[in-house]
């Protein structure tokens, strides 16, 4: 079993819908979660950062994780075509030495 | 601030050539990762450097790949011979931390 799983889509949506995204993970010491965004032919850009259970909110992105069911999601709200990446989710816990990535969704906004 | 720095972009070598990466990180970070993407996946995670010593390089297939980073700047990863398999982009990033990782564009290379 992969530490991280996630769906790798691709998932299409009109402009302006919610896209939710999601990983489950099995390591339970894992207590630092972000998801980057990757456009093509680039590197992963830091999107979001949560530390332990609960929401974050930045804008139009809201990043949760529950660490009861070892899983977390990235919602988009009114979802732009410049939204269209592939979004990897990524996780470590303390003393690690690494993040520990799931395989990356493809999301395509379609105008 | 500028991010990440990697040359080059794009690489293509026969197999058993040899190629070598180069990455500059953002000024201060004395935290420097060199991870491999294989189309498809997400990053794993090749060899962590802190400031000029080898903290992680368990995944590093030394057989074939090296990695120095001298005066804890600037980082160089080589790869020789390479085979096939080794057709993957390589994200250098660095960090204050290891929480928040800031990648660079990538190295595209394509083994034939």
């Known amino acids: 079993q992969k530490e991280v799983e996630q769906d790798p889509g691709p998932l299409s949506v009109p402009e302006g819908a919610i896209v939710s995204l999601n990983c489950t993970y099995s390591?339970?010491?894992?207590?630092?979660f972000m998801w980057y965004r990757q456009y093509s032919r680039k590197g992963p850009e830091l999107l979001m950062y949560?530390?332990?259970?609960g929401n974050k909110e930045d804008g139009r992105f809201t990043a949760q994780v529950d660490k009861s069911s070892k899983y977390i999601s990235l919602f988009i709200r009114d979802s732009q075509p410049s939204d269209s990446a592939t979004y990897l989710c990524a996780m470590t816990r303390t003393g690690a030495n690494n993040l520990f990535f799931g395989t990356g969704t493809r999301l395509t906004v379609i105008p | 601030e500028a991010g990440v720095a990697q040359s080059p972009r794009y690489k293509i070598i026969e197999k058993r050539q040899s190629v070598a990466f180069w990455c500059n990180p953002i000024s201060g970070h004395a935290t420097l990762y060199w991870y491999q993407q294989i189309l498809g996946q997400g990053p794993k995670l090749l060899i962590q450097?802190?400031?000029?010593?080898?903290?992680?390089d368990s995944q590093l297939p030394k057989d074939r790949f090296s990695a120095e980073r001298l005066k804890g700047v600037d980082s160089t990863l080589k790869i020789q011979p390479a085979k096939l398999e080794d057709s993957a982009v390589y994200l250098c990033?660095?960090?204050?931390?290891?929480?928040?990782?800031?990648f660079g564009p990538g190295t595209r290379l394509t083994v034939t």
């Open positions: 949560t530390y332990s259970s």
């Open positions: 390591n339970s010491a894992f207590q630092y």
């Open positions: 450097f802190q400031n000029n010593g080898v903290v992680d």
């Open positions: 990033a660095s960090s204050l931390n290891t929480n928040e990782q800031y």
